[in-house]
T-cell receptor
Framework: GEDVEQSLFLSVREGDSSVINCTYTDSSSTYLYWYKQEPGAGLQLLTYIFSNMDMKQDQRLTVLLNKKDKHLSLRIADTQTGDSAIYFCAEIPPGNQGGKLIFGQGTELSVKP | ETGVTQTPRHLVMGMTNKKSLKCEQHLGHNAMYWYKQSAKKPLELMFVYSLEERVENNSVPSRFSPECPNSSHLFLHLHTLQPEDSALYLC??????????FGEGSRLTVL
């Protein structure tokens, strides 16, 4: 099927680490993405990982990729209240052009002070 | 500011109305997209235009009619919609297969 699965909610305390998980569908997907949607806004590309990588770190963000299990995670270190948003995992299955991303349902991250 | 502007930001319409959503991109991209975002559901790709030609139509009902008069503008014409069509409609653009840049969306409510 073409379902990218995410849990719907995550609540953490400010300063803690957040880990958002995603299971994608096609182990041949070349790129996997994390998008962030703040309240009342569109989606913004947060980070991405190429399928030949296991990990990518970008400041407070760490992306882990387990191709065998088709599992992608986004870790946010030292989570701040400004990180409260919906986070979408997305993939481009083989044969799809760049814009034809398959998105998950989104994980709503709530950061409590 | 992502360079993709959508208007109106909010729209309420009756089932017999005809309205249009507009998207304009200022990024010089050659591809534009309409996505539908419903609560707690994955984003659904509706239409893709590349170089002003429609290259994708994901089984969208005919009550949604896209129009791309040039590479900077994209419209979604709405006619006799149903309440279940209420959603956030997101426009995006890209240069070829590059990164998608999204607008802030048009929140549609069908009464």
């Amino acid at each position: 099927g073409e379902d990218v699965e995410q849990s719907l909610f995550l609540s953490v305390r400010e300063g803690d680490s957040s880990v958002i998980n995603c299971t994608y569908t096609d182990s041949s997907s070349t790129y996997l993405y994390w998008y962030k949607q703040e309240p009342g806004a569109g989606l913004q590309l947060l980070t991405y990982i190429f399928s030949n990588m296991d990990m990518k770190q970008d400041q407070r963000l760490t992306v882990l990729l387990n191709k065998k299990d088709k599992h992608l995670s986004l870790r946010i270190a030292d989570t701040q209240t400004g990180d409260s948003a919906i986070y979408f995992c997305a993939e481009i299955p083989p044969g799809n052009q760049g814009g034809k991303l398959i998105f998950g349902q989104g994980t709503e991250l709530s950061v409590k002070p | 500011e992502t360079g993709v502007t959508q208007t109106p930001r909010h729209l309420v319409m009756g089932m017999t109305n005809k309205k249009s959503l507009k998207c304009e991109q200022h990024l010089g991209h050659n591809a534009m997209y309409w996505y539908k975002q419903s609560a707690k559901k994955p984003l659904e790709l509706m239409f893709v235009y590349s170089l002003e030609e429609r290259v994708e139509n994901n089984s969208v009902p005919s009550r949604f009619s896209p129009e791309c008069p040039n590479s900077s503008h994209l419209f979604l014409h709405l006619h006799t919609l149903q309440p279940e069509d209420s959603a956030l409609y997101l426009c995006a653009s890209s240069q070829d297969d590059g990164e998608l840049f999204f607008g802030e969306g048009s929140r549609l409510t069908v009464l």
